[in-house]
């Protein structure tokens, strides 16, 4: 599809190893899994496997350690329909990884490890193919990765949406004046404005910076936002759907309303066909197609 649009998802990639167990006991402990399964997680990974299930183009850029896990990964992203072309092997680093236990009643218990030794430095990234992106989406966990390809994506007038998930307060607060969406999960929101209401940390956002939305995703309340200008916020409301997990729902919203942008969309439409598609990954467990969310639509 040369036509449809590219959507640069930089961030997080995540060595998920699921397994799925009996039940969780107190150590000290040995237990034998059901099943057990390897696959892509991380924010930005999955908005941008979310993004080539819709029918966008995506292109991954991050880091992996030069390690057991890094390319599994990228052959996982690149079967997806990923550019894997910007993640890079950092040597001598370690990749992020989750060891995800489910229960038999679908509860998780996860063990995450943000990786070591994947540096900082963003000069190596492909800023140019920004100039003929349709837009950029960013997770907060490579900040100098975000500063760097935002920065040039808003000169070219790329639309920048920014995950604004868990993090440290002064993270969210550097990287919120930099993109045009700043859509906050709840933990993400009470992060970057401690002690505040939704609707007075997404004022807080929106007067931080030239921002055109602030919005914060609440599950299946759906999600409250305001644009620039706008005297109060509006809510949609999430699509009724019998959740089974909820896991990546936020990641899927993420790299759809990005690229909504990239097609066009106003920010109502947009709203809700990214609240669409998070409904459906929460339905299925699974990231849906252009189709399902379609027709849900
Ligand atoms: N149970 C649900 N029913 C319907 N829609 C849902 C449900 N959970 C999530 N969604 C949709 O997906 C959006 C994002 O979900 P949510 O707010 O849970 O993200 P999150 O907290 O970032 O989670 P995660 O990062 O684990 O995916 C919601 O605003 C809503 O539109
Ligand atoms: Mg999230």
């Known amino acids: 599809m040369p036509d449809s649009p590219l959507v640069v998802c930089l961030g997080n990639v995540v ?57 599994p990964l990228a052959e996982a992203l690149a079967a997806e329909g990923v550019d894997v072309s910007g993640l890079r092997r950092v040597p001598g680093g370690r990749t992020p990884v989750g060891a995800v236990l489910v229960d038999p009643h679908g509860e998780r218990t996860i063990i995450s490890f943000r990786g070591s030794g994947l540096g900082t430095d963003a000069a190596w990234l492909p800023l140019d193919v920004l100039r003929r992106a349709g837009a950029l989406c960013c997770d907060p966990r490579w900040p100098e990765g975000v500063a760097a390809a935002a920065a040039v994506a808003r000169a070219a007038g790329v639309p920048v949406v920014l995950d604004g998930e868990r993090s440290e307060t002064r993270i969210l607060v550097d990287l919120v004046p930099r993109v045009d969406h700043a859509v906050f999960s709840v933990p993400g929101l009470a992060n970057y404005a401690p002690g505040c209401m939704p609707e007075e940390g997404l004022r807080r956002a929106l007067a931080s910076g030239p921002l055109r939305v602030a919005a914060v995703t609440q599950g299946e309340k759906g999600t409250l936002w305001m644009a620039a200008g706008d005297e109060k916020p509006t809510r949609t409301p999430a699509f009724p759907v019998e959740a089974t997990n909820t896991t990546g729902a936020g990641d899927v919203f993420h790299g759809a309303y990005a690229l909504a942008m990239a097609e066009g969309m106003d920010v109502p439409r947009a709203m809700r066909f990214a609240s669409a598609a998070g409904a459906l990954r929460a339905r299925d467990g699974a990231t849906p197609t252009r189709s399902m969310v379609d027709a849900l639509l």
């Not at 969780?24 to 930005?44: C, E, F, L, N, V």
């Not at 908005?47 to 966008?56: D, Y």
């Open 15 to 71: 060595a998920d190893h699921t397994f799925r167990v009996e039940d969780i006991p107190q150590p000290p402990a040995k237990i034998t899994a059901r099943s057990y399964s390897i696959g892509p997680g991380g924010m930005a990974a999955n908005a941008a496997i979310a993004v080539v299930r819709l029918g966008g183009r995506a292109a991954f850029w991050g880091r992996v350690g030069e390690d057991l896990n890094g390319d």
